[in-house]
């Protein structure tokens, strides 16, 4: 009696059929973008506030590229839950992109906004890896009459060095790479492979080989190394 009862419940429940948001995230993982977010755009009327929903569609918005569209999902996900770091994370890359595509008057008036996103982040979560990574891109790549800074880059570089020696040497070799100190950039890279060995740091040290230093054969070499580490 009680495998029948088990049986039946385990048949109730395995023919139940998926709920709007279930096939949503189905079609996301699935990379159906315009359908899952037709589907999230529905559960989001159904319920106007729901976090997940909302952040998904800022994430399929993202993932292509429209990044003016994704801003309004990660502002108000920042507004409604102001204590998670990922979305002023989120929030702050989006803003960044549509700066980054934007003439450069309206780029500097996103500076301020971008900076405190990223650094909230960094508040609510002490150890967010990916918000020091983007303030070291930002530093780099503004300005110096706005604020581009090596110096603040190689403060977040070392924050990072604390929290993942990896992407410490990763990103000290990327602060080299972007002044052209390649033979810096190298020895980082080397390193990172050295304490790392994933495929990101070798795939890093072959990028710098190959599209900096015009040694495309150390770049293949490189890339082997990590092919025969890594037979499975």
């Known amino acids: 009696m009680k495998l029948v009862i088990f ?17 949503a995230e189905t079609c996301y993982k ?23 929903s ?3 569609l800022g994430d399929i918005q993202s993932r292509q590229a429209h990044w003016e569209k994704a801003v309004p999902y990660y502002e108000k996900l920042k507004t409604l839950s102001p204590s998670n770091a ?55 790549q503004l300005p110096a009459i706005v604020g581009g800074s090596e110096s603040k880059a190689l403060q977040y570089s070392n924050e990072l060095f604390k929290i993942s020696p990896v992407d410490g040497y990763l990103s000290r070799g990327r602060i080299d790479e972007y002044y052209k100190r390649y033979g810096h950039a190298e020895r980082q890279y080397i390193k990172a492979i050295e304490i790392g060995n994933s495929k990101t740091t070798y795939e890093k040290l072959a990028d710098l080989y190959k599209n900096k ?20």
């Not at 015009?214 to 499975?232: G, R």
Request: hydrophobic share 45%.
């Open 30 to 52: 699935s990379q159906q973008y315009e359908q899952a977010k037709l589907l999230f755009e529905k559960c989001l009327k159904q319920h106007p506030n729901d976090l997940k």
């Open 7 to 23: 049986l039946t419940l385990f048949f109730s429940f395995s023919m139940r059929p998926q709920s709007v948001f279930e096939k």
């Open 54 to 56: 909302m952040e998904y």
């Open 213 to 232: 230093m015009d040694q495309p054969q150390k770049a293949l070499a490189v890339l082997k190394a990590f092919n025969e580490k890594n037979k499975s």
């Open 86 to 140: 990922e979305f002023h994370y989120k929030y702050g890359g989006a803003l960044a992109m549509v700066s980054q595509n934007s003439n450069a008057l309206a780029a500097l008036a996103n500076v301020g906004s971008i900076k405190s996103a990223f650094l909230k982040a960094i508040s609510l979560n002490p150890n967010h890896v990916s918000a020091r990574w983007a303030l070291i891109e930002l530093y780099l």
